[in-house]
C-alpha cells in the first residue's frame, strides 16, 4: 500500500481553497449563499484556510427542504463554505483514487 504525505497542507492551501470556491460556485451564482461568499471571496478563503489548520473549523447547519420530482423526498444541503470545504476535499483526494 502506498503512503501519501502532506494531504492536510493541500487541502488547506489557500490555492486548493480557492479553486474548491470556483467548483462549488458552478450552478450556484443566483444564490444568495454564494452571492455573500464571493462579496469578499479572499477574506472568506483566509479564514476558511486559517480554521482548517487550527482545528477550529465547525461545519455550519444543513438546510433542509422537499423536492418533488420525480418523486417525493427530502433533501439536505450544506452551507456554500462547507461546499467549499467539500470540494478542497475532493480536489486532493480523488487522483489517489
Known amino acids: 500500500m ?8 493541500q487541502v488547506c492551501s ?5 479553486a474548491a470556491a470556483r467548483e462549488a460556485m458552478l450552478g450556484k451564482r443566483g444564490k444568495a449563499s454564494c452571492a455573500r461568499f464571493f462579496a469578499d471571496w479572499e477574506r472568506e478563503v483566509v479564514r ?15 438546510f433542509y427542504f422537499t423536492i418533488t420530482e420525480p418523486k ?7 452551507p456554500f463554505r462547507d461546499r467549499v470545504v467539500h470540494h478542497a476535499l475532493v480536489r486532493v483526494l480523488q487522483p489517489l483514487f
Do not use: M
Request: proline letters at 3%; glycine letters at 6%.
Open 14 to 18: 489557500f490555492d486548493n481553497l480557492a
Open 48 to 62: 476558511l484556510e486559517r480554521e482548517l489548520r487550527e482545528g477550529s473549523y465547525r461545519p455550519g447547519a444543513y
Open 2 to 9: 502506498k503512503r501519501h504525505k502532506h494531504l492536510w497542507e
Open 72 to 78: 417525493e423526498r427530502v433533501v439536505a444541503a450544506a
